[in-house]
């Protein structure tokens, strides 16, 4: 996704509660000219692409829900209006906005951008996603957690991008300490390492435990806000910190996917991969584990969390204190 699309996603969320439809100008008369469905109500260049993006719109709703919440959401009240720019030169990107009231979620407005190949299969299950997720928790999600979900359902080529993006803000100062990234609710003026980092994380999550447990550990983390707590539970990590220390280990290590063996065993308490079962699709391509350390060693001496990682102090549990841009 380009940099412009991803910063422009700070402007709707910090205006959610004042947006509508009919602030995007759309007259009936144009929706009219494009495609309906149950939940979707699709702008686009031509009839055929709207009816193209509604109904993959639909698919990803109901397949995409059953992946992460075991079950297809009902339909909305009101359909959601997508409003998409479709052309080879455009840059993948999209904004999705709605209104959290009263334990309610409402008022869904979205745009999206790029070719019509990567709207199909990155754009439109990302922005989809986000629907998902306002529909089941009905309030805000640590930015991280949502925009970082939200990205492994991407095309294989835009997550390799963000993993090449990842290794280049760790290795510049440019890395988000856990504690500081988790109690983020809104985005960050530095917005790019937050997608990178969220992603790889929610990646590394996902891989361990599936896309159910996620949910659930989100979950929790936003009803307790005792994010240390929820990982423990759900993935037998002791707290923030050392979170962030086995992230990190396994990003230096090329992000290596966990043994099959792991992925089946059954879940224990107070070890580190309590795994079930189902690793995420299409694994990423990363660099090979010696290609990836030589460029963790360029960040020596700088401040990143890289660098910091190897100079912090031992806090009083044992464990390594968070490392602090």
Partial sequence: MVCGQRAARMAWWSAVAVL?????????????????????????????????????????????AV????????????????KAQVAPHLGAGGATSFVFDAGEVFGWTMTIQGSEERILDSVLPHEVTHTIFASH????????????????????VERARQ???????????????????FAMKEYPADV????????????????????????????????????????????????LAQMQHIWLE?????????????????????????????QSPDPLPVAPPRATMAAVSTAAGRRSIYAL????????DGQPEPALR
């Fill in 137 to 156: 928790f009905r309030r805000p999600l640590p930015r991280w957690a949502d925009e970082g979900a939200c990205t492994t359902v991407e095309h294989p």
């Fill in 163 to 181: 993993h090449r993006l990842l290794i280049e803000f760790l290795s510049t100062g440019r890395g988000i300490a856990f504690p500081e990234m």
């Fill in 309 to 316: 990682q190897a100079r912090q102090a031992t806090a009083g």
């Fill in 67 to 82: 992946e992460w919440l075991g079950a297809p959401l009902p339909r909305w009240s009101r359909p959601c209006p997508i």
């Fill in 250 to 278: 396994w990003v230096k290590q090329g992000c290596p996917a966990p043994p099959a063996a792991l992925a089946a065993a059954p879940s224990r308490a107070n070890t580190l991969v309590n795994a079930t079962r189902g």
């Fill in 20 to 64: 509508a439809a009919t602030a995007l100008g759309w007259s009936d008369e144009a929706r009219a000219a494009g495609h309906r469905t149950a939940n979707f109500l699709v702008d686009a260049p031509t009839e055929q692409l709207a009816r193209r993006i509604g109904d993959a719109a639909e698919q990803y709703r109901h397949d995409l």
């Fill in 192 to 239: 790019l390492p937050l997608y990178s980092q969220g992603y790889s994380l929610a990646r590394y999550l996902i891989e361990r435990g599936g896309r159910h447990r996620y949910v659930s550990f989100v979950g929790e983390g936003l009803a307790t806000d005792d994010w240390g707590h929820a990982l423990s539970r759900h993935y037998g990590v002791g707290n």
